[in-house]
């Protein structure tokens, strides 16, 4: 399958929305002991607003990495180069993080960031690459999209 600009963003939107949202509640608790001082109320103000990040920046990812792939003969990206996508939009969601948007969520730690980002990504690719592919077999075939 090959997909679609608008079956990548709705594929995108739609795990940040579920796989996300629960992978956040999960891991909260666990990232607790990284932030000095915070309790469980501002963990998951960070966590939530770093998620929101990533689904509001990512669909202009999106955009750019249609463009890249319109150079490639298959048009899609290997399924490895689509894990290390999270790299560069890790960057960019902490950057904007950092620097009070989507709300202020006072100061970062970067490795309760970390920790919560890479996680989330990994969880998230690795459901788009197993359980979604079998409990949504049209989603393959309509070019990722689910509507």
């Known amino acids: 399958m090959t997909p679609t600009l608008f079956g990548r963003i ?3 939107l ?3 929305a579920t796989v996300g949202v ?3 509640l999960v891991i909260g608790p ?3 002991p990284l932030v000095d001082d915070a309790d469980l109320g501002d963990i998951y103000r960070l966590a939530f607003g770093a998620l929101t990040l990533v689904a509001g920046v990512g669909v202009a990812w999106e955009f750019v990495y249609h463009g890249l792939q319109q150079f490639r ?3 899609d990206w290997p399924t490895l180069l689509g894990l290390l996508t999270g790299i560069p939009e890790g960057v960019v969601v902490y950057l904007l993080l950092s ?3 989507p709300w202020d969520v ?3 730690p970067v490795d309760a960031f970390l920790v919560h980002f890479t996680t989330t ?3 998230i690719w690795l459901v788009a690459n197993g359980p979604m592919r079998v409990l949504f077999i049209r989603w393959r075939f309509r070019g990722g999209r689910l509507v």
């Open 10 to 12: 709705q594929t995108r």
């Open 14 to 16: 739609f795990l940040v």
């Open 22 to 24: 629960v992978w956040t």
């Open 30 to 32: 666990a990232i607790r």
């Open 73 to 75: 003969w298959e048009k």
């Open 99 to 101: 620097r009070g948007l």
């Open 106 to 108: 006072g100061d970062v």
């Open 121 to 123: 990504w990994i969880v």
